[in-house]
């Protein structure tokens, strides 16, 4: 068969939509200045679907450093990977930077999260070893994962005996191949916003022997006293291994980081084949780098912000009787019941009717019937945000429950 008449034939779970959600629910443009108001298809709506968590995007000092390091650097330096011609001071700065504040010995940058944590799993093992992971984890890591070649394992979502179950499997073979065990979790899962239970995984490094590889994506910048991250909110740190986070949630900007002991980012600067065959991070994004990590460390009311509008929106979503799950972090996913038609006419009507644009999450991403809204709050957002939301939020819920949302599909 010929692969185009096969691709025409199929589209792919999510661009099998595509002919109806394209430039509206998927692909939407907002326009203008990154903050809580922003323009939709030529109207302000309030959103709240940017990982802008810290409010950084658009803080005048991150602007102003962006702008200066453009105008002294441009794009192009430094040209060539890190380790042929593309190394800096600035780099090496940052990682250190990062390392110290992340409390591990050594720190190593990386172009992109995604394409990151697929190459660390890549290099950290080989077919002798054996890779256990959770089941909702992000796809860069069931990415990686798909590249192993020994044994992986999969253990149900934060379920520690399942993990043990898992951890048993695994130590029977690398008894046999003499290989090692790498546990792959998250800090905080991006959908359900419920932190990766990483005292329960370290807890178990008393009865096995394995290294624990923690992708925090969302909890670096938000999670913490310092804003260090998950493990440093559940006081378990010290106890994971590899910690990564990527720059484009809090950091509001682009590239990554892994950090952990010295030799292991030592073997993992010369064995990441997405880093060792591909373009240095720009000193632009270097610099913007710093100076938000400056930020972070110095401007801990970024984070007590945030913290305010989540636990407003958390606390009157639930008083109004809303399923938001069992979000422990800001991610807070809002759980409806309904078909993909009733979700299309709902978000429809929020953002028509209400001004409000939030993410939008059905089959197969959440089960058949589920209709999942997901908000990001963001330390830019105010307490009458919420309010507003609130408020629009029971009306289209209402509406739902009542079946006043037609069972056509929104053309748009
Ligand atoms: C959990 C998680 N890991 C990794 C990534 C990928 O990071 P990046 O956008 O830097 O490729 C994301 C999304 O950005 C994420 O949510």
Redesign the pocket.
Known sequence: MDLFEKIAANRGPLGSHAHYAHGYFSFPKLEGEIKPRMIFRGKEVLTWSL?NYLGLANHPEVRKADAEAAAEYGMALPMGARMMSGNSNLHEQLESELADFVKKPDCMLLN??????VSIIDAMVNRHDVIVYDAES?A??IDGVRLHQGKRFVYTHNDMASLEKQLERAKRITDETGGGILVIT?GVF?MSGNQGDLRGVVALKEKFEFRLFV?D??GFGTMGTTGAGTGEEQGVQDGIDLY?S????SMAS???FVAGPENVIEYLRYNMRSQIFAKSLPMVLVVGALKRLELLRTQPELKDNLWTVVRALQSSLREKGFNIGTTTSPVTPVLLAGEISDATQLIFDLRENHAIFCSIVVYPVVPKGVIMLRLIPTASHSLEDVKETITAFEAVAAKLDKGLYSKTQVTV
């Open positions: 990982n992109f999260g995604y394409q990151g944590v992000h860069c890591i998250e991006g992708d994506a969302h990564f990527t720059f484009a949630k682009i590239g990554a």
